[in-house]
């Protein structure tokens, strides 16, 4: 039985059933559910190859190989019917029937529905996972369909598809053995199912924990045959029972399902998803939490990053592991060279989805939209296909890069495409109408979660840094982030934080919609922009909820890259034009002639214009500390005129539940408004921070409209006036005794302008991550000549 095994038989009864066996008599105790069953071992194999005399008839086949693929479907094809042509000895046959009794017993059934896995004995190893190579069935019942099914696997041991990989990967076609795994059926059929990868799959962060989920059997996920739930969660702060710290929750697509036949029968049936089951999401948070804690767990047992299988039963409610294998991508890759992409030229945009890797291809595209033209494939043009399922994967080595209409980022294709190395971009719903076969194209996943499909061939550029050579710096040197999808790209920078969260993008790219929209959707009035709403809000009860529990999502993937250390979020700071473009916003925005100088900011946040709209703004905020549990989250308030509306806003902040100093909670203010720096000392009384905002700071001084073009060439931070406000408001805070950083545009742009920073004796500067890696040598060269000017004392301020 798979309890009597472990990761120590993987030569009898490979990777696969051997870490279903090791989960079940390590884990078990612990809480991990692992469906029960039984293997057949690779001896067994064997056994039924002499047994047949085969192994001769084999090697003839497979000399038949003349050099290129264009022959292996045939030999994949010859040696299937040779197995299947052949009998188990009547000993294995015997043994099969005798432990599905046992499994029937267990079960409590007559004819239990049972899973049958291949399990190759060079499969799920930690440099290759050889993910969906072999055949599996699934709600098989009866002793002699289970035999059957059995003798089938041992065939698809010579699929096209594992016959290709194996090339691929350089295993010999004669070198693997074949265990079959036989594992009593979840019911998600009438449940869900899906994928889980202990560590983010295209950034390789290590704190998060992905998760893919639709509908029914877990097939259609594995296989990328449609577009599932994501769901992400942020490991460090699982321990704790009282959060929840659910970071991602993005609702599939999830157009069709994989069931058992309406019968009851064996076998599956593939249908579509109900109305309902679409505008559901499959996994509530709880679930989510769980399956995070199993992520965890099944890592630190194995001691490297996983790639799991989940089931859910659908009749008992509960949750089940039904594979585990080693994650075979992110952990072969260097952990100090830090590569980033970026497009130099720009293109009309064609389609988008789920990026696969982090890099950028151009190509010709070749669209197949079925399995049976696969040989019209051009070698080195860009695959664009409706799906790429194992049976692909002959071409998929071949192509510059590939493009899907369905399949999220933990699908098969996805998992293969990153091991073959091929930049893809899964799930567009479209791309093969958008695309025209033959058309020039650049398929782009350097933007984070999102990959896009451009028209052309666009230029492109690559940067190598090697974080080790990175010099340290006494001033905290930190980073400006606005898109969640780029957050965990750039983990690996030695980062001190964030010292900027721009919570409008969170709202434009993820919300979309007017916050006071979702306050009081009853005042669109608009059919257009209410069917968006709708649209938009499907899966929360209430439009006010989706406004809160995704705004606290977003926030928390921007502020886990770095936890513990702080992640400061500023309250939104969209002008009224901003505002009007979002959808419903044409309702709540009134039209002004400076709206770079009118209705923003903390003026916002007390009036009735929009006092509700800031309310779910705090609600957000709440959320992501006290029930995602990120505590180092610092808010921070813009654009604060006066000493008394600052008064305004943080009575507004206290009747919302955020009360500086409850909980640890630190409010700082943005420092860019000339009164700031005149009232400094008195700001400071009220709060715990300033961040220098260098951009309007510089627009109010110099009296130049930063929108402007004809006055672009007034506008310079480093103007002397500017400069002395900085330096003041620097002395200003440290006599205070409250921090202050900067989060403007300045240091990123301009080398000298950070050298000043260091000088005046800035606590933190905060870079755009582009700039970051350019800009921490020239702080530490800053503060290197400071110390040299200065033996014997310490920097400014310090």
């Known amino acids: 039985m798979l309890e009597d095994v472990g990761i120590k038989d993987v030569a009898d009864v490979g990777g696969k059933n051997a870490s279903l066996g090791e989960m079940l008599h390590s884990l078990s105790a612990e809480g991990v559910r692992v469906p029960g069953g039984f293997a057949l071992t690779a001896s067994a194999y064997r056994e039924f190859i002499v047994a047949n005399n085969m192994a001769p008839k084999l090697a003839r086949i497979l000399a038949g190989k003349n050099g290129s693929d264009s022959n292996w479907r045939d030999i994949g094809s010859e040696i299937r019917a040779l197995i299947l042509s052949g009998k188990f000895p009547d000993e294995t046959a015997a043994q099969i029937r005798s432990f599905y009794r046992e499994l029937a017993e267990r079960s409590g059934e007559e004819e239990p529905a049972v899973a049958v896995r291949s399990s190759a004995t060079a499969e799920d190893l930690p440099d290759a996972s050889f993910a969906g190579q072999q055949e599996t069935f699934l709600n098989v019942r009866g002793e002699q369909q289970l035999v059957d099914a059995c003798l089938r696997c041992y065939a698809s041991l010579f699929t096209d598809r594992a016959i290709s990989y194996r090339q691929i990967m350089h295993y010999g076609q004669l070198e693997v053995a074949l265990s079959v795994g036989v594992q009593l059926m979840v019911r998600s059929d009438v449940g869900a199912a899906g994928v889980m990868f202990s560590i983010d799959t295209e950034t390789g962060f290590p704190r998060a924990a992905v998760i893919s989920a639709n509908w029914g059997l877990g097939e259609t996920v594995v296989l990328g045959m449609v577009n599932p739930d994501k769901y992400g969660v942020f490991k460090p702060l699982l321990d704790t029972e009282a959060f929840s710290p659910v970071i991602e929750k993005t609702l599939g697509s999830k157009t069709r399902k994989l069931t058992y036949p309406a019968s009851g029968g064996a076998g599956t049936l593939m249908v579509d998803s109900s109305d309902a089951e679409r505008a559901s999401f499959c996994l509530d948070d709880a679930e989510i939490v769980q399956l995070g804690r199993w992520a965890i767990q099944i890592e630190n047992h194995y001691g490297r990053p996983m790639d799991m299988e989940w089931a859910k039963d659908g009749v008992s409610g509960e949750l089940f592991i039904v594979q585990a294998r080693p994650e075979t991508v992110q952990a072969r890759k260097s952990g100090t060279v830090m590569s980033t992409h970026r497009l130099t030229e720009e293109g009309p945009l064609l389609a988008e989805g789920a990026a696969v890797g982090d890099s950028i291809a151009s190509g010709t595209a070749c669209v ?93 550029a690559q940067d190598d840094v090697d974080l080790g050579e990175m010099p340290a710096t006494r001033t905290e040197v930190m980073l400006n982030l606005a898109s969640p999808s780029e957050a965990f790209k750039w983990w690996r920078l030695p980062a001190k934080g964030i010292g900027l969260a721009r919570m409008e993008f969170v709202i434009n790219d993820m919300i979309q919609v007017h916050p006071m929209a979702l306050a009081h959707p009853e005042r669109v009035t608009d059919p257009a922009e209410q069917s968006r709403i709708k649209e938009l809000t499907r899966g929360f009860e209430n439009p006010a909820d989706y406004f809160v529990h995704t705004l606290a999502r977003g926030l928390a993937k921007l502020a886990a890259p770095f936890y513990p250390a702080p992640a400061v979020v500023r309250f939104s700071d969209f002008k009224t034009n901003e505002y009007a473009h979002l959808v419903g916003g044409s309702a709540f925005e009134d039209e002004e002639s400076n709206p770079m100088i009118g209705f923003r900011g903390a003026s916002r946040y007390y009036d009735p214009r929009y006092k509700d709209g800031f309310e779910l703004e705090c609600r957000a905020i709440q959320r992501l500390r006290n029930y995602c549990g990120f505590s180092n989250v610092i808010v921070m308030v813009p654009f604060c005129r006066t000493l008394g509306e600052a008064d305004r806003v943080l009575a507004v902040m206290a009747d919302n539940g955020l009360v500086r100093g409850r ?136």
Request: proline share 4%.
């Open 368 to 460: 197949i939209k079925s399995a049976a033209d696969i040989g019209s494939f051009v070698d080195g043009s860009v695959l664009v296909a409706e799906q790429t399922d194992p049976d692909w994967v002959p071409v998929m080595k071949r192509a510059k890069a590939i493009v899907t209409d369905r399949g999220g980022a933990t699908s098969h294709a996805a998992i293969v495409s990153r091991e073959l190395g091929i930049t893809a971009v899964v799930g567009t719903s479209n791309a093969t109408s958008t695309i025209a076969d033959g058309q020039a194209i650049t398929v782009s996943c350097a933007d984070g979660d999102t990959g896009h499909v451009y028209e052309g061939l666009l230029g492109s």
């Open 663 to 798: 909980d640890g909670l630190k409010v700082y203010m943005m420092c860019e408004v000339p009164a700031n720096v005149v009232l400094a000392e008195k700001f400071a009384a009220k709060f715990d921070g300033f961040s220098i905002g260098s951009n309007d700071l510089t627009q109010l001084v110099l009296g130049v409209d930063r929108d402007s073009a004809a006055l672009a060439p007034l506008f310079d931070e480093r103007d002397e006036a500017v400069m002395d406000m900085i330096g003041a408001a620097v002395a200003a805070a440290h006599a205070a005794g409250i921090h202050i950083g900067i989060c403007g545009q300045g240091p990123s742009n301009h080398p000298d302008f950070a050298q000043f920073l260091v000088a005046a004796g800035i606590d933190s500067i905060s870079l755009n991550p582009d700039s970051f890696l350019r800009t921490v040598p020239t702080i530490a060269a800053a503060e290197a000549v400071m110390k040299h000017d200065m033996v014997g004392t310490t920097l400014p301020g310090r």
